[in-house]
Every structure is written in C-alpha cells, then in structure tokens.
C-alpha cells in the first residue's frame, strides 16, 4: 500500500514547477508573518492567498482530508481551553471592555476576546494550507538537492530523501510482521494492559529492526558500488533551474512579509489591530 | 598471442575477520575481455565473496584478509579504492528493489553520475539515452512501486550501463523473479553482452535458467575452491553439478534416467543443440516403460473456498470470484506473476484481511468470524523471510512463543515445542541461539514455530527462495515428511521445479482469477497458460517434443511419477 498521508502527487502545476527551495523559503517567509501580526484584516489577506494557491496546485480534499480533521479538532480544542484558562486576555491586550454575555463567574464573553480568539484562530487557518501546499507538491529529491543547494552537506540532504524513499516499505514489513505475530497469539487489540502490549510491541520491533538492518546493508552497499561519497561535492538529478516563476514567488512572498511588519509598525503602532479605540 | 586477462586472481585467498576459516582459497582465474562467464556454485561455497572481491566490496566495505593478488584491469585492487573499482566493474546486484536508491527510474540511473558531478543538463541526456538501450525510456517518470520485477531490473542495469563499465557483475540476477521475467532478464543481459562486448559475468545457482542463452565458460565454486573451469558442454556431462549440490537441467535429469550416457560431443548445454541421435530411442523406451501410479482414494475437503471477493480500495479487485477446494493431506502450489493475488489470497485465509464476499470452510465450519488467534490454530502462515518472523534469541523460547501467548503451561510446552524440533531435525539445537543457525535452518525454525500450534493447514510464500539445491531438496523432503503426517500444505510459489516435482496439483492466479487448477505437468505444458500466467515451459516439454514423442504432457507427467519413485526408494 502506497502512504497517502504526505504523499507527494506528481501533476504539473505552476506551484509543482516551482523549486523545492522556492517553496520552503515562501513557506517560512509566509508563516512568519501570520505569526507575528495578529491583524485580522492582514490574516485575512493571507488566508484568502493560500486557499488560492491551495486551488492552483489542484490538491483534492480527499487527499487531505484525514490531516484537516485533525486539524479542526486541534483548533477547536486550543479554542476552548485559551476561553477556559485566559478569559481576560482579550481585554488586557486591546484595553477596553464591551461585554456581549454574562456566563458566570470570571468568564463572561466580551468582544476583545472573541476577536483575539478569531483571530488566532485565522492564524492557524492561513498557514496550515500553505504547510499542506508545501509536503504535497515538492518531490522529496528535489527538495534533498534544494537543501543541499543552501548549503546543507549532501549526505544529510540524501538522508532525507532516503528515508522518504524506504519509509512504506519500512511501513509495509511492519504491517506483515505485525499480522504474523498476531496470528501465533500476540494481542495487540485493547483488551491487552497496557504493559503487556507494550512487551507485544518489542515483539515485532524486533524483527523489524533485524530486516530493516538487512536492508540498510543492502541500501549501502548498492550506493557505495555507484560511488556515493567519493567527491565532497555531487550534482542531482531532480534539482529544478531556477525559473521566472521562482522569483515571482519569492517576491510575493516577501511583499507579504514586508507588509506584515510595515503594518505592524506605521498603521497598527504594535502587532495588534486594535478596532476598540 | 591472446590479449591481457580483465581479472587476474593470483593465489588468492579471503578470510573474512568475523571467520574462523578463509572464505576463498588459492583461487587461480583468468578472465579475458569480452567473455560471458557463468560463476555457480552451492550457498555458502563463496561465490558471493568472489563477486565482492572483484567489485571492491572487499576489502573496503567487509574487511577481512588478504593472500595473493586480484588485478583488474592491470590494477592492484586492494591498492586502489571501491570508486576506482566501480569505473571499472559495474555491478548489478541480487535484490533490484533493495538497491533502488531514487524515487523514480529517471534518478536512479542518474545515481552514478550524480556522485560524479555531471552537469544536470547532461545528466538528462545520458539517462535518456542509457535508459533507451534498456528499453525503459518511456519509464523515467515512474516510482518504484510502479514497475514490475523486470523493470526493477532492467532500472539497475542501466544504472550501471551510465558509467560505460568494461565488466558486468551480477550477483543472483534470477532471485526474486518469476519464471517468465527470469527468461527475460538472461535475454537482456545476453543482448547487452552482444552489443557492447562488455566482459559479463553471472553469479547464479540456477543453471538450467541462465543457460537459456549460452555463455562461454562455467566456474564452479565449492568450499571456498574453484573446482571447475570449463565449456558448459562438458560441465553439464559431467558428475561435478550433483555432486557439489547444483541441479543440472531437467532435461540433463530426465536423459540419465533413460539410461543415455550423455557426452559433451552431443552439446548437451542446450536444448537446441542437443544431438538426437543417441537420445530419441532410448528416451522413448524409457517412457513407455514407465507404470501409472495407482490413484489415491479421495479424501474429505478440508478448506473450501467459495465466490470470494476482496479489494483494498472498493475498485480495483485484488481477488476477484475465486473457488476452490482442497482435500486433507493435499500439497499444491499457487503460481502466478507478482501481482496476481496470491499473497492477498493467503492473508484472506489467514484472518489478516476479511473478504468483501463469499465463504471460506474450514470441513463444514463457515471460519468468517473467526479471530486471527484463532484460525492460527486450523492455518499457519510461514513467512517468505524467517527474519521478518523471528523475535526471540534462543530456538526454544521462539518455538514456545505461541504457546505461552496461549498460556499453556509450561510441562506441555516443553513437550510440544520438543515433538516440534524433532520433527523439524532441529533437536540437537534447542539450547542454540538462533543467530548461530544458518538461514535453511532458521527457516526450518519458523516453520516449527507454526507447527508447534498444530495447525492441519500451513501455508509457506515462497519456501525455497534463494535455496541452492541441496537445502531446496532438504526443505521439501521435510515438507513431504510433515505432509505425509496428515498436514495439509498450500506453498505460494515461483519455483517451477518445485511445483513440477512436489506439487501435484496448481492453482494459477491471474488477476485476482483463478484461470486454472489442475495437474503441475498440465500447467507447465500449456502454452497459453505458461505466457498468462508469468511461467515458463519446462525443458522436459521440449525434450519430448524434438524426441518425436506425441503427448507431451504424459511424458512430463510420467517424468515426475518416475523421480517420485526414485525418490520414495531413496528415503527407503
């Protein structure tokens, strides 16, 4: 079975012809600036961008949504537990207090909180798509050959994509030894305690570890043979010429980023916008 | 006067450092550019180590000792280095999955030019062109996963083509691969010696497949020693293949029990070129004398299965309407090419996956809910590669694994897994560590492990897989013994030997359908099914045919009928 969790699709789009350096830098530059401002209008901005570029790379929702729904329950937990442990913060931020709803106690609704809460909420929507636009549109060697074209030694980029490379046939031993030791009575279901699932896992890590070795030594042995490591320096494959488009990426991207501070410092005075004054 | 040997050993002797004993020993070879060299040799013999030595695995990747001199290309090799080497030597080695190193064709053939630092542009156009020569061009863009054993293979071999290597090494290229895939890969490796004259040599104990096409000279390694230099005509008439544990072609098998002494001058290496003359009416009277064996009675169905559906993903149908009945006390194989469904059909039998349709009976009994746990005990399953089932370090605790997850107490354990070890010849072992066994007798603990369940059915992927002769005859004999027990074996295979001589019944796979179940010798001798099915026709089949004898099919089924005989006098 192929992983369909972070699988990289090959389709031609304008984001697939990118470089894989192109879009790491985009994607760091992008996420620090949702980061570091919390207005809602410049994340709103953002957010709007990255469902379109998530539409240009023609990313099917049934390839991600496994990771989405993760994703919401992960968002709507963080909602509720920023209200229940920080009700206030809102007001101690903006300044004001416009109360909407009286629950009880301490946690009364007020509008600074609840726009402090969308918006951190926001922040979350905008860069996660960008994350999922980034793992499902570069190929794992060429990403390797963009790590080491920064300057990252080339066997700890060829590790990366190595291990890419192996990891479902890694996957799909431990499925078969799993089924095997099942069938000579091991329980790995919940009706095992706790520590005896965990004594049954060493059960099949065990022979994992042994044909994973096997392999390794037959991996390394193969590169050796084809002159892995003979010179400091490699050239690769998959590495992608820099085209036009990188660069209109990566001016965007800084355009965004440029305005994440500009914003910050000449409109808002801090990272926050502030409707309540 | 002849032109410089490629390879030169000189008294030359390995032993690695983790041995007691050398590996090689006094090893004198010439090898001459432009040769085509067959090296064989039993498991263990060294031939692997002779391969490592010419390639530079050794000494710089295994070290160990070294006596006498290797020259390759006029070069030292222990004074060199493996990239020097593998200008020189390209290798091409046993497993073609577990050394594709890129995510696609186009960048693993691309791997040696990489390291050499070729420009990316040019890069492309090599890998283009080196790919066409192996007929993978319109491939480049695939991963892995996509390609079948054949295109694995042909991927590595243009991954060494890329350098413009003088000699070709390739280490087991037939392992892993179907029949029909095997034929094809000597074929292409054949048409790559043909065209660049490169000096090839094949390490292989399965002779009769690479001699599909003919190579100049065989090497046979026993014991660390080369026992035999010469033309394949006179190796093959020869006593030095069964003595030292190869088999010799089928067809070789079946002229020596027709009483034919075969000689080198009738160019027995070769269907094609066998001479008739002495062989037609010999081979005739011997076939003809040969008795039917008396029918078995029929015995109760032990595992039916019924209209059985089953898919991964709703569409594509991995198993696809399959039926079929087995007796108690059956043996059969299961063949069909990679793909076909059987290592789904056996998960499905084993609880490991539930079908989307149909029955399966185990006597009467519908098993479908039953557990894993518990269709253990009716079906065991012994795994392609014993260490992907080994977890414990001493052959006892192993074999006692299932029983203790059962909590059987500790006295019938001991009785159980010390009947199970007998029965596997493993009873001098049972304080062993397993990391001391050899992998033929860890296959033989994992096999144990199964039985100590005491399941009535066993199922075994692949059991002689990468066995040369010798063990191959030592795990189906024990396979029969426990067989005859009252065991019931199903084997997932693609070792037409074995189906041909221990099967008596096989079930072909294609597509997720069963397209036949019936006689080995029916399956072997059916051309239309040998091409469907991945297979490939046994040389007997030929045999009869340019021996003018009319049914091909009875002289193969006669063929096997005979050696069960010689085999059943020889266990007497």
């Known amino acids: ?277 | 006067m002849r032109q410089e040997p490629i390879i030169e050993f000189i008294d030359y002797s390995f032993q690695y450092f983790s041995q007691a004993e050398p590996t090689l020993m006094d090893i004198n070879l010439k090898i001459y550019p432009g040769e085509k060299i067959l090296i064989v040799g039993p498991s263990g013999s060294g031939k692997s180590t002779l391969g490592h030595c010419i390639n530079g695995l050794i000494p710089f990747a295994y070290e160990g000792e070294i006596k006498g001199t290797l020259k390759i290309k006029g070069l030292v090799a222990k004074e060199q280095n493996i990239f020097t080497l593998s200008k020189i030597v390209g290798t091409v080695l046993q497993d073609s999955d577990g050394q594709f190193v890129g995510l696609t064709v186009g960048e693993d053939i691309a791997f040696a030019l990489e390291n050499d630092r070729v420009n990316t542009l040019q890069m492309h156009d090599t890998v283009a062109k080196v790919a066409e020569m192996v007929d993978m061009g319109k491939l480049l863009k695939s991963s892995p996963f996509e390609l079948s054993g054949g295109q694995k293979q042909r991927t590595s071999l243009a991954g060494v083509l890329v350098d413009d290597v003088d000699v070709l090494l390739f280490d087991e290229p037939l392992a892993n691969l179907d029949p029909a895939t095997g034929k094809t890969a000597i074929e292409i490796i054949d048409d790559i010696h043909k065209s660049t004259n490169k000096t090839v040599l094949i390490i292989e104990h399965r002779l009769e497949d690479v001699l599909h096409r003919g190579v100049d000279r065989i090497i046979v390694i026993a014991d660390g020693r080369i026992i035999a230099n010469m033309v394949p005509d006179e190796l093959v008439s020869s006593q030095i293949l069964i003595e030292n544990g190869i088999r010799e072609p089928l067809y070789i098998t079946a002229l020596k029990y027709a009483g034919i002494n075969v000689q080198k001058d009738m160019f027995p290496s070769h269907l094609d070129t066998l001479k008739m003359q002495k062989v037609v009416q010999p081979l005739n009277a011997w076939y003809k004398r040969i008795e039917e064996p008396e029918k078995q009675d029929e015995k109760p169905s032990i595992l039916k299965v019924e209209n059985l559906f089953f898919s991964y993903d709703g569409k594509k149908k991995i198993i696809n309407d399959v039926t079929f009945d087995i007796s108690e006390g059956d043996m059969i194989s299961i063949v069909g090419k990679n793909g076909a469904g059987k290592s789904t059909l056996a998960k499905i039998l084993c609880g490991f996956e539930s079908q989307d349709l149909g029955e399966i009976y185990y006597y009467s009994e519908d098993i479908k809910e039953k557990s894993i746990k518990e269709r253990a005990e009716i079906i065991g399953l012994v795994m392609q590669n014993p260490n992907q089932m080994i977890s414990k370090s001493l052959i006892y605790d192993e074999v006692a694994l299932g029983l203790r997850l059962r909590n059987v107490s500790e006295e019938d354990i001991k009785e159980r897994v010390e009947n199970a070890l007998e029965v596997c010849g493993l009873s001098p072992f049972i304080e062993w560590p397993i990391s001391a066994l050899s992998y033929g007798q860890k296959k033989r603990v994992t096999i144990a492990s199964i039985l100590v369940l005491e399941p009535k059915i066993i199922i075994l992927d692949e059991p002689t897989a990468g066995q040369d002769y010798y063990h191959y005859t030592e795990i189906m004999k024990f396979l029969e013994r426990i067989n005859k027990m009252g065991v019931t074996i199903i084997m997932i295979t693609h070792d037409m030997h074995l189906m041909l001589e221990y099967t008596p019944r096989a079930i072909v796979l294609l597509d997720g359908e069963v397209i036949a179940d019936t006689r080995a010798s029916i399956v072997l001798t059916d051309s239309n099914l040998v091409a469907k099915a991945n297979l490939k026709e046994t040389s007997l089949y030929f045999l009869a045919e340019k021996a003018d004898i009319e049914d091909g099919t009875l002289f193969v089924q006669r063929f096997i009928d005979y050696e069960k005989g010689v085999r059943e006098a020889n266990e007497a």
């Open chain 1, 1 to 277: 079975m192929k992983l369909k969790l972070f699988s990289y699709n090959v389709i031609d789009t304008p984001i697939h012809r990118l470089s894989g350096l192109t879009k790491l830098i985009c994607f760091l530059l992008l996420t620090f600036a949702v980061m570091f401002s919390y207005d809602i209008r410049f994340i709103l901005f953002v957010m709007a961008f990255s469902f379109v570029i998530l539409k240009i790379s023609k990313i099917r929702f049934s390839q991600i949504k496994l990771m989405l729904i993760y994703v919401v329950v992960f968002l709507i937990t963080n909602a509720i537990l920023t209200f229940l442990f920080e009700p206030e913060y809102g007001v101690e931020i903006y300044g004001t207090r416009h109360e909407i709803l009286r629950i009880f106690g301490r946690y009364n609704l007020t509008q600074e909180q609840l726009l402090y809460q969308i918006t951190k909420v926001l922040k979350y929507a905008s860069v996660i798509p960008l994350g999922i636009i980034f793992l499902l549109t570069t190929n794992p060697s060429e990403f390797a050959a963009s790590l080491n074209g920064v300057g990252i030694p080339y066997k700890v980029a060829y590790a990366v994509s190595l291990t890419l490379r192996y990891f479902p046939d890694i996957q799909r031993d431990y499925q078969n030894i799993s089924q095997a030791q099942q069938a000579r009575g091991l329980e790995m279901s919940k009706k095992a305690s706790f520590g005896s699932r965990f004594k049954n896992a060493l059960l099949i890590i065990i022979p994992l570890i042994f044909s994973t070795l096997d392999r390794i030594e037959s991996i390394s042995n193969a590169m050796d043979l084809r002159g892995f490591g003979k010179l400091k320096k490699r050239t690769w494959y998959s590495k992608k010429t820099i085209i036009t488009g990188d660069y209109i990426a990566m001016g965007l991207s800084v355009l965004v980023f440029a305005m994440s501070i500009l914003i910050s410092i000449f409109i808002n005075g801090s990272r926050f916008f502030n409707p309540f004054i």
